[in-house]
């Protein structure tokens, strides 16, 4: 059941329900190094990891209009980074997601396609999700249907508990359009992702 209140009143209420938990666990909340951590905690749920689940904090979008004689490719941002939450145990999944789209209509600042992917990202996530995301919101803002989203992320919770792999790595693709159609541009641009997909360099 969603509960519909303001970011502040969102604050408060998680605020005292973390202070429960710390009872819970039977750690004194009235410490001096403790004491603060429920209002820091529900802060930083609201304002940034999962601010992302706020449309009011969308990011602004700049636009060019396409002119094909100027392009002879697709555009590609490689190694965005990327960190999130998983959904089922609330704890980190980080890495990077390479970004490429075909531009129909009109092209987009480089840089709003990092802030799209890290909007998407500020919420309790699934990295199938996210990356489908990623890839069902610019086809739309760029009125393309040429997109494709690689995300390589490795999850805390494969990290941190159960197996503990510290070693693994998760790898999701969405290819729309001619990325999903043509051979050719499929294996480019998976290639392009791999080429950079070495363990040592993610996240």
Do not use: W
């Not at 750690?27 to 689940?53: C, N, Q, W």
């Not at 199938?128 to 069902?136: P, S, W």
């Not at 999701?172 to 541009?185: A, H, I, M, T, W």
Request: charged share 25%.
């Amino acid at each position: 059941m969603k509960i519909l209140v303001s970011n502040e009143e969102k604050i408060s209420l998680i605020e005292e329900k973390f202070r429960d938990i710390l009872d819970i666990l039977g750690l004194d909340s009235s410490l001096p190094t403790i004491k603060d951590t429920p209002a820091r905690v529900a802060k930083m749920y609201v304002k940034e990891l999962f601010s992302g689940l706020d449309p009011e904090n969308y990011p602004s979008l700049s636009f060019t209009d396409f002119s094909p004689p100027e392009y002879s490719s697709y555009v590609l941002v490689k190694n965005i980074s990327i960190q999130s939450y998983c959904e089922h145990h609330f704890v980190p999944m980080v890495g990077h997601s390479h970004i490429a789209y075909l531009p129909q209509k009109k092209v987009i600042g480089l840089s709003k396609l990092n802030r799209i992917a890290d909007y998407f990202a500020k919420r309790p996530q699934l990295q199938e999700r996210l990356t489908a995301q990623i890839a069902e919101n610019l086809c739309e803002v760029l009125e393309t249907e040429d997109v494709a989203v690689y995300t390589i992320m490795s999850h805390f919770c494969v990290q941190m508990r159960g197996i503990k792999d510290k070693d693994s790595f998760t790898h999701s693709y969405v290819l729309l359009g001619k990325f999903k159609d043509d051979p050719e541009l499929r294996r480019e641009f998976i290639g392009n992702g791999n080429a950079n997909a070495n363990v040592h360099e993610f996240p």
